[in-house]
T-cell receptor, first 109, second 112 residues
């Protein structure tokens, strides 16, 4: 069983739409990460969360530790947001990152 | 902003050849990692390295793989005898204690 699951697997949105990507995990964690991967392949860290909510520009990430669930929201989506968004967890502060399968987002003008 | 760098960005090699992938982690970081991503699949952990030794390795990281920190700055992944299934994007990451992991841009390895 995968330790990190994401939904949806693929998502197409119209420019300006509010987008939500969900992540659930099955292990105890010290931190959850949201990462972005563009078609060129590079991985960029968006958020690292251990509780509550974080906001950066149009991106908002929330986590519910009791329910083992996190969401990534994108407000006023734009075609440049098109990428794969990956949820990943760490069991301890120094541990490897365990990656989810990713959600492929395409924002259409 | 400091960043993790990797060289080469792309490498094509023949099956059975040795390859060395190089990473320069962020200078004050202490924890180093290699991950790989086969095309169309999720990113998988290979190995973690701390205090000049391997702290954890995955089942993928068999005897064909080795890691080294030959000097104070570089962190290398060596594949001794490449196989077709080693074709993947390889990511290096580094971290200081309790902070987020910073990922390099990756090396795309193609084994023919």
């Amino acid at each position: 069983k995968n330790e990190v699951e994401q939904s949806p697997q693929n998502l197409t949105a119209q420019e300006g739409e509010f987008i939500t990507i969900n992540c659930s995990y099955s292990v105890g964690i010290s931190a959850l990460h949201w990462l972005q991967q563009h078609p060129g392949g590079g991985i960029v860290s968006l958020f690292m969360l251990s509780s509550g909510k974080k906001k950066h520009g149009r991106l908002i990430a929330t986590i519910n530790i009791q329910e083992k669930h996190s969401s990534l929201h994108i407000t006023a989506s734009h075609p440049r947001d098109s990428a794969v968004y990956i949820c990943a967890v760490q069991k301890t502060s120094y541990d490897k990152v365990i990656f989810g399968p990713g959600t492929s987002l395409s924002v259409i003008p | 902003e400091p960043e993790v760098t990797q060289t080469p960005s792309h490498q094509v090699t023949q099956m059975g050849q040795e390859v060395i992938l190089r990473c320069v982690p962020i200078s004050n970081h202490l924890y180093f990692y290699w991950y790989r991503q086969i095309l169309g699949q999720k990113v998988e952990f290979l190995v973690s390295f701390y205090n000049n030794e391997i702290s954890e390795k995955s089942e993928i990281f068999d005897d064909q793989f080795s890691v080294e920190r030959p000097d104070g700055s570089n962190f290398t992944l060596k594949i001794r005898s490449t196989k077709l299934e080693d074709s993947a994007m390889y990511f290096c990451a580094s971290m200081t204690s309790g902070e987020t992991q910073y990922f390099g841009p990756g090396t795309r390895l193609l084994v023919l």
